[in-house]
C-alpha cells in the first residue's frame, strides 16, 4: 500500500495523507449531494454575509504573534503558537477565541511576497480555522487590555500536504454589541516551511556575519611613547559592552556557520583601547576611558569565535566606493586612498584577531553596482565585488533564481546576492512578534527558492552592515533554524564566488543612470574627496622633516581612510566636522615647527649677520629643512653674496636654534627680508617671516669715539716723551754729584731713588689711579656670539 500511494512529485507522507483525505471526501458525498439541492440563491446571499462579516473589522483586535515553535514544523511533531491579543475598539468583545487557519501551499517566491503584504482577513484565502480543541477562548476582551494567548496543535492535524509554504493565519474571531454574531476581530499571517524530509538537493547559502561600526578614533594621540588614542566618544565601548550591538553578534555568530565580513578599522579601534585611551569631551578637554578590561575581553571572544572559520576583511574603515567611482575619481589621489585602506586590512585582522582573511572580495552599500563602481572597487586588487540582484536584475526569463557568482568580464566576478533573503531583517525588530514574523519570511523564501528547480545553486545572503542586536538575534534565529533543516547546506563564500555559473543568468552590469537616487543623494561629495587630498598633501608636506615620521603617518594615514567611510552616509554634517578636525589637527602639529617672528634690523656699517630662530615644540627632532633668507633688495641688501643664501636645519624636540647669515649693505636705506623654510624637495614649510633692515652710514658719533681715541693715543705719547726727556736731564746732572759725594746721596733721598726705579721700569705716574685704569680697556667689546634679540643691533 504504501509503495502505491508513492506518486511522482509527492514525497510518502503527502501519499498517505492524499489517500486519507480522498476516503473521507468520497464518504461525505451523500451528505454534499443533499447540501447541494439547497436554492442557489441561498446559497450565494450566505456567502454574501459571511464575507461581509469575515472582512468587516478584522483589524478590531490586534493579534501579536510572539513566538512559533518550533520554527520549521516537523512531522508527528507539535507546533505551539503564542503571542497577544488586544482589543482596539472601543466595544467589549464577547465570546471570543484565538484559532489557527491554515491556508493553500504558495507556489512562488512572488506569492510569499504578496501573502505577505497583505493584512486583513480573507475568508476564501486564509483557509478555515483548525477549530476543536485547538482553540483558546476569551470571555471577554475589554479595550485596551492585552491578553495573552498559547495553542499547541500536532502538526498532523494541521493538514500540510506537499512539500512548500504553508500561510499560517492566526485569527481573533467574536462579537461585539453592535454587531452581535461571531466574526473575525483580528488577523495576524505568518508562514510555515514544510519540507519533513529530506530534500533530493540541497540551496548552498553563504550568510555573511558583517562585524562593521560607524567611526570612532580621531587623528588625535597623546605625546607620550605610547600615543594614547583619542576617541570621538565612547559609543563603541557600549557597543561592545555586554549586550552591547556588536558584544551579540559576536556571542550569536559564534554558533552558527558563517562567513565573518570586518572592518579592519573596527578592530584596531577596540584593540587601541585595550592599552588605555581617551575620549574627546567638551571643547578642547578629553577624560581618560576606563572599558580597557571590556574591550579585551571583546577580542578574546571574537578571536575564540572566528579560529577555523573564513573571514573576508573588507578594506579599512569601508570605504564608500559608490561616492568613490561617482565624485572621487577625478580628485587626484582619491585612488590611492583606497589602495592604501586595502593593503592595511589584511595585516590588521592577522595582527588582532590571528586568522588570515581574505581580500579578495569589495562590498559596495545595499549591492548596488554599475560599470563605474565596478571598476573602482576592483582598481586596489580585489576581482570579486558582492552585488545584489534587485541591481544586477534577471533579464533573461529564467524561472528559478540562479547561482551567485557572475562573471562580469576583466576577470570581475560578481557575486550577487539574494535581494529578499537579504532583506527581511531590515526594520524595527525589537517586538518579538515583528522579530518572529522576518524569521518565518526567511525561512519561506529560503523553501521556495530550494523548490524551485533540482539544480545544485549557490545562495549568498548579505544582510544590512549594521545590524542592531535585535535583529541580529532574529537572523541568528533563523539561521539556527533553516542549518538545522532539510534544505539548505552552509557554504563559504570564497566557494559560492568558485561555483559553476548559471549560463542563463544576467552578468550585463546595469549602467550608471539605473543607479538608485536614493543611494545616489547620501554619497559623499566631490568638495569631501578634495578635502581628503588636501589633507594627504599637507601630510606628505610633513613627514619629510620628521626623524620619527611614523608617530604621525599612521594615525593621519588611517585617519583619512576613516573620511571615506561608508558609515558617513546620512550624517553629512557629521562627516564635514571629521574631516575638519582631522585637518586641523594636523595644521596644529606643523605649525609646532616655525620660525621666530623679528621686527626691525639695524645695521650699521658695511657687513654683518643676521640671526634667524627656528623653534621646534614637537617631542620629535626635525631635519631635512632648509632655512633660505632672501633679500628683495638686492642692490641695497646682499645675503651671503647673493640675493638669498640657505642653511640646512636640524632640530631637536622642544628646542630652538638660530642660524646666522652674513650680509653686506651696498647702499643706505631699507631692505625688506624674507626668511622662509623649505623641504629638501624645494616645499615651502610654514609661513615666511618678514622683517625689515636699515642700512646707515658711520654716524658722527661714532666718529667722535674714534677721533678722541685717537687724540688720547697722541697725548699719551706725547707725555711719555716729555717725562723720559727730563729723567735723562735728572740723571746727567746727578752724575756730576755723585762724584763729589760717593758716600751720602743715594741714602738723603731715598724718594728720588724711588721715583728713579719707576722711571727706568717704564711705569707711567699715575698708572695705579683708579680714573686712569680705562685707559688701557680696548675701544670695542669682543663679538657676540649669542642671537640677538628683536630691536637690536646685529653683529659687526
Not at 195 to 209: I, K, V
Not at 380 to 396: F, M, P, Y
Not at 502 to 529: I, N, Q
Amino acid at each position: 500500500m504504501a509503495e502505491a500511494a508513492d506518486f511522482q512529485g509527492m514525497s510518502p507522507s503527502p501519499a498517505r495523507r492524499w489517500l486519507r483525505r480522498t476516503g473521507a471526501l468520497l464518504a461525505a458525498a451523500p451528505l454534499l449531494a443533499g447540501l447541494l439541492q439547497l436554492p442557489a440563491a441561498t446559497s450565494a446571499q450566505a456567502a454574501g454575509e459571511d464575507s461581509a462579516r469575515t472582512a468587516s473589522g478584522s483589524s478590531t483586535v490586534a493579534v501579536a504573534l510572539d513566538s512559533l515553535t518550533p520554527s520549521v514544523p516537523t512531522e508527528g511533531g507539535t507546533l505551539t503558537v503564542s503571542g497577544t491579543v488586544t482589543n482596539k475598539g472601543k466595544q467589549t468583545v464577547t465570546d471570543a477565541h484565538v484559532g489557527l487557519r491554515v491556508g493553500s501551499a504558495l507556489t512562488t517566491r512572488s506569492a510569499i511576497d504578496t501573502t505577505a503584504e497583505r493584512t486583513d482577513y480573507e475568508s476564501g484565502t486564509d483557509g478555515s480555522e483548525v477549530g476543536g480543541k485547538y482553540v483558546q477562548e476569551f470571555s471577554k476582551l475589554t479595550p485596551g487590555v492585552a491578553e495573552p494567548f498559547s495553542i499547541s496543535v500536532p502538526v498532523d492535524e494541521l493538514d500540510l500536504g506537499k512539500d512548500g509554504v504553508y500561510p499560517l493565519g492566526v485569527s481573533l474571531s467574536g462579537e461585539t454589541s453592535a454587531q452581535p454574531w461571531e466574526q473575525v476581530l483580528g488577523f495576524q499571517r505568518t508562514f510555515l516551511p514544510w519540507q519533513p524530509d529530506a530534500a533530493d538537493t540541497r540551496t548552498r547559502t553563504t550568510f555573511l556575519w558583517p562585524l562593521v561600526s560607524t567611526v570612532h578614533m580621531t587623528a588625535e594621540t597623546g605625546s607620550n611613547e605610547q600615543q594614547t588614542p583619542v576617541f570621538l566618544n565612547d559609543d563603541l565601548a557600549e557597543e561592545i559592552s555586554p549586550g552591547g550591538r556588536l558584544d551579540q553578534m559576536v556571542s550569536l555568530g559564534r554558533n552558527l556557520d558563517v562567513t565573518w565580513v570586518i572592518d579592519p578599522d573596527l578592530l584596531a579601534s577596540v584593540d587601541a583601547m585595550t592599552d588605555g585611551y581617551r575620549v574627546r569631551g567638551e571643547g578642547e578637554t578629553t577624560t581618560a576611558g576606563t572599558d580597557q578590561a571590556v574591550a579585551k575581553r571583546w577580542l578574546a571572544e571574537l578571536q575564540d569565535a572566528v579560529a577555523d572559520r573564513e573571514v573576508v576583511a573588507l578594506p579599512f574603515a569601508d570605504p564608500d566606493l559608490a561616492s568613490l567611482a561617482h565624485n572621487g575619481t577625478t580628485v587626484a589621489g582619491s585612488l590611492s586612498q583606497l589602495k592604501a585602506a586595502t593593503d592595511v586590512a589584511a595585516t590588521t585582522v592577522e595582527t588582532v584577531l590571528h586568522v588570515t582573511p581574505s581580500t579578495d572580495f569589495t562590498w559596495p552599500v545595499e549591492g548596488a553596482v554599475d560599470p563605474s563602481i565596478v571598476k573602482v572597487a576592483t582598481s586596489a586588487g580585489a576581482d570579486k565585488v558582492i552585488a545584489r540582484n534587485d541591481s544586477l536584475q534577471e533579464t533573461g526569463g529564467l524561472t528559478y533564481t540562479p547561482s551567485a557568482a557572475r562573471p562580469i568580464g576583466g576577470g570581475t566576478t560578481a557575486v550577487v546576492a539574494d535581494k529578499r533573503l537579504s532583506t527581511v531583517f531590515q526594520g524595527d525588530l525589537t517586538k518579538a512578534s515583528t522579530s518572529t514574523l522576518a524569521v518565518q519570511q526567511f525561512l519561506a523564501q529560503s523553501l521556495a527558492l530550494n523548490l524551485q528547480t533540482n539544480k545544485q545553486r549557490s545562495i549568498v545572503v548579505a544582510p544590512q552592515r549594521m545590524p542592531t542586536g535585535s535583529q541580529a538575534q532574529a537572523m541568528a534565529d533563523a539561521l539556527t533554524a533553516l542549518q538545522g533543516g532539510t534544505w539548505s547546506q552552509s557554504q563559504g563564500l570564497t566557494a559560492a564566488a568558485k561555483a559553476k555559473p548559471d549560463p542563463g543568468a544576467t552578468t550585463k552590469v546595469p549602467s550608471t543612470s539605473k543607479y538608485p537616487s536614493s543611494l545616489r543623494k547620501k554619497e559623499l561629495p566631490r568638495s569631501a574627496f578634495e578635502q581628503m587630498a588636501t589633507t594627504q598633501d599637507k601630510l606628505d608636506n610633513f613627514r619629510v622633516i620628521l626623524t620619527d615620521e611614523s608617530r604621525v603617518v599612521t594615525p593621519f594615514g588611517r585617519a583619512v581612510n576613516r573620511e571615506m567611510s561608508m558609515s558617513w552616509r546620512g550624517r553629512s554634517t557629521d562627516a564635514s566636522s571629521f574631516r575638519q578636525s582631522v585637518e586641523g589637527y594636523l595644521d596644529e602639529l606643523a605649525d609646532q615647527v616655525k620660525l621666530i617672528d623679528k621686527s626691525e634690523t639695524k645695521l650699521s656699517g658695511r657687513s654683518a649677520t643676521i640671526p634667524v630662530t627656528v623653534q621646534n615644540n614637537l617631542v620629535q627632532g626635525v631635519g631635512h629643512l632648509v632655512l633660505r633668507l632672501r633679500s628683495t633688495n638686492p642692490t641695497r641688501l646682499e645675503i651671503g653674496g647673493h640675493d638669498y643664501a640657505d642653511q640646512p636645519v636640524t632640530v631637536s624636540g622642544g628646542h630652538s636654534q638660530t642660524v646666522k647669515f652674513t650680509t653686506s649693505a651696498n647702499a643706505n636705506g631699507r631692505a625688506t627680508v624674507v626668511a622662509q623654510l623649505y623641504t629638501e624637495d624645494g616645499q615651502a614649510y610654514g609661513a615666511p617671516v618678514t622683517f625689515d633692515v636699515k642700512v646707515t652710514e658711520i654716524t658722527a658719533t661714532v666718529m667722535l669715539v674714534i677721533g678722541g681715541g685717537v687724540l688720547l693715543l697722541v697725548l699719551a705719547g706725547f707725555r711719555m716723551y716729555t717725562q723720559r726727556k727730563r729723567a735723562a736731564a735728572r740723571e746727567a746732572a746727578e752724575g756730576g754729584s755723585d762724584e763729589t759725594d760717593e758716600t751720602g746721596g743715594a741714602a738723603e733721598n731715598p724718594e728720588g731713588t724711588e721715583d728713579r726705579l719707576k722711571e727706568e721700569s717704564g711705569a707711567l705716574p699715575g698708572a695705579d689711579d683708579p680714573e686712569q685704569q680705562s685707559d688701557l680697556a680696548p675701544d670695542t667689546a669682543a663679538e657676540n656670539a649669542d642671537p640677538s634679540g628683536t630691536g637690536e643691533r646685529v653683529d659687526r
